[in-house]
């Protein structure tokens, strides 16, 4: 069965600091892909990136970078100099094949804080 | 309009109710599905649809009865609820291209924020 786990249910920084929210999954599937989704007050989920199991090179996209390793089955998202407009619960995922539409399983998300 | 759009954006209704959360998209996909958010679950997927046809139903009980009537629009009829239905509920969309690998991508509505009393 495939899981995804967010160990850190809550983190608070202080605007400018950097921050990382880790991310761990477990599948049995070769190819899968990964996925984080911001989730603002309003409730809407916002895609951020999807990764999938053949490509291990990090990405960066502004202030946001992503960190995949295989080998430790993780897939961290760092925020660079955050900001208080990044404050959300932070969401990742984990598809694997299936035929037709997707099956996303979620971690249970970190709920981020950015003081000013 | 753009994008995954819901409505109500909030719903009050008493268990005896019978009312309807209703989903559109403007993507222009074929796969639409209904997730469940509660304070302290993480999100459950409730149903899937890919080209009008029901792919999956997460053992949701019958109280919830999905119907999606052409590709881009959902609904997720709701009776007899209990107050432990009350919960965030958030519809979705993705290509729904057959065989995908998982390597489509959901895009989510802002969902509707329902108490059953």
């Known amino acids: 069965a495939q899981k995804v786990t967010q160990a850190q249910t809550e983190i608070s920084v202080v605007e400018k600091e950097d921050v990382t929210l880790d991310c761990v999954y477990e599948?049995?599937?070769?190819?899968?892909?990964l996925f984080w989704y911001k989730q603002p007050p309003s409730g809407e989920l916002v895609f951020l990136i999807r990764r999938n199991s053949f490509d291990e090179q990090n990405e960066i996209s502004g202030r946001y970078s992503w960190n995949f390793q295989k080998s430790t089955s993780s897939f961290n998202f760092t925020i660079t100099a955050s900001q208080v407009v990044d404050s959300a619960v932070y969401f990742c995922?984990?598809?694997?094949?299936?035929?037709?539409?997707?099956?996303?399983?979620f971690g249970q998300g970190t709920r981020l804080t950015i003081n000013p | 309009e753009t994008g995954v759009t819901q409505t109500p954006r909030h719903l009050v209704m008493g268990m005896t109710n019978k009312k309807s959360l209703k989903c559109e998209q403007h993507l222009g996909h074929n796969a639409m599905y209904w997730y469940k958010q509660s304070a302290k679950k993480p999100l459950e997927l409730m149903f899937v649809?890919?080209?009008?046809?029901?792919?999956e139903n997460n053992s949701v009980p019958s109280r919830f009865s999905p119907e999606c009537p052409n590709s881009s629009h959902l609904f997720l009829h709701l009776h007899t609820l209990q107050p432990e239905d009350s919960a965030l509920y958030l519809c979705?969309?993705?290509?729904?291209?057959?065989?995908?690998?998982?390597?489509?991508?959901?895009?989510f509505g802002p969902g509707t924020r329902l108490l059953v009393l």
């Open positions: 649809y890919n080209f009008k046809e029901q792919t």
């Open positions: 979705a969309s993705s290509q729904g291209v057959g065989d995908a690998g998982g390597k489509e991508t959901q895009y």
């Open positions: 599948t049995r599937d070769t190819t899968y892909y």
């Open positions: 995922a984990l598809s694997g094949p299936i035929q037709g539409a997707q099956k996303l399983v």
